[in-house]
């Protein structure tokens, strides 16, 4: 079976951005599907609950309807409230300052977009970290 990836950013450019990225990666090995929003990827998050997102990179700033936290935080939050996507490795993409500390808080990923635009290798990386078995493809 495919593997599944959500991207959720508000910006199109930067969904557009991670799909070519996965792309010229990795070919076409991986389905992916995106959110313009938290709450739309939550929803597409529930929708998929049969068959879990593989990987989920989302960003941090989004929506302000969760303050006083991000929306990216409330969303990560809520997915590993799920228990069918126990195994789902999320990566938090964001220009944020403090994205490591939040992401070290919440026990997932990161990767800076600042970093991403200078060094796209670094999307390969992390997904080989997260799924070793990646480097055979």
């Keep these: 079976m ?6 959720v950013d508000d910006t199109k450019t930067w969904l557009f951005f991670h799909k070519e990225v996965i792309r010229q990666l990795y070919g076409n090995t991986f389905n992916v599907t995106y959110a313009l929003s ?11 609950i049969d068959e879990p997102y593989d990987i989920i990179i989302t960003d ?3 929506e302000s309807t969760y303050e006083p936290k991000l929306a990216g935080e409330w ?6 409230n799920i ?8 990566i938090i993409v964001s220009a944020m300052y403090n994205i490591e500390h939040i992401a070290k808080n919440m026990q997932v990923e990161c990767i800076s977009k600042q ?15 997260l799924m070793p078995y990646l480097d055979k493809l």
């Design 38 to 48: 938290a709450a739309e990827a939550l929803n597409l998050v529930r929708k998929n």
């Design 75 to 80: 969303l990560v939050e809520n997915i590993k």
């Design 2 to 7: 495919q593997k599944k990836i959500l991207i």
């Design 115 to 129: 970093l991403l635009i200078r060094n796209k290798l670094l999307m390969k990386f992390m997904f080989e970290k």
């Design 83 to 90: 228990n069918e996507y126990s195994a789902c490795k999320i």
């Design 60 to 62: 941090l700033q989004m």
